[in-house]
């Protein structure tokens, strides 16, 4: 089992930057895959961004390239979204979520944190 909480969430004006963090305990940690998603009010869940375990491969989503960078530091057991020039359309809860194996950066990822809302204001 692998427990992930996030934090760092909160209220940014356009254009403003935040960095969620998502603290895992449990097994090791480097042994997963991890991934942020969010989810906007009417919307579907959507993969923001992936790192594999060793930090040396990265996924992002078409609507955050250039603005978001995930990284890991699998010494504190911790993944990182940094989020910059940030827009309105980036409002949502975000979630951390660490898969263990198979596809990636898709497919189903095991474990999640209880999500992190961060608000954009015009």
């Known amino acids: 089992q692998v427990q992930l909480i996030e934090s760092g969430g909160g209220l940014v004006q356009s254009g403003g930057s935040l960095r969620l963090s998502c603290a895992a305990s449990?097994?090791?940690?480097?042994?997963?895959?991890s991934g942020w998603f969010r989810q906007a009010p009417g919307k579907e869940r959507e993969l923001v961004g992936s790192?594999?375990?060793?930090?040396?491969?990265?996924y992002y989503a078409d609507s955050v390239k250039g603005r978001f960078t995930i990284s890991r530091d699998n010494a504190k057991n911790t993944v990182y979204l940094q989020m910059n020039n940030m827009k309105p359309e980036d409002t949502a809860v975000y979630y951390c979520?660490?898969?263990?194996?198979?596809?990636?950066?898709?497919?189903?990822?095991?474990?999640w944190g209880q999500g992190t809302q961060v608000t954009v204001s015009a």
């Open positions: 790192i594999i375990w060793s930090g040396s491969s990265t």
């Open positions: 979520a660490a898969k263990a194996g198979g596809r990636w950066p898709f497919g189903q990822y095991n474990y």
């Open positions: 449990g097994r090791t940690f480097s042994d997963y895959a």
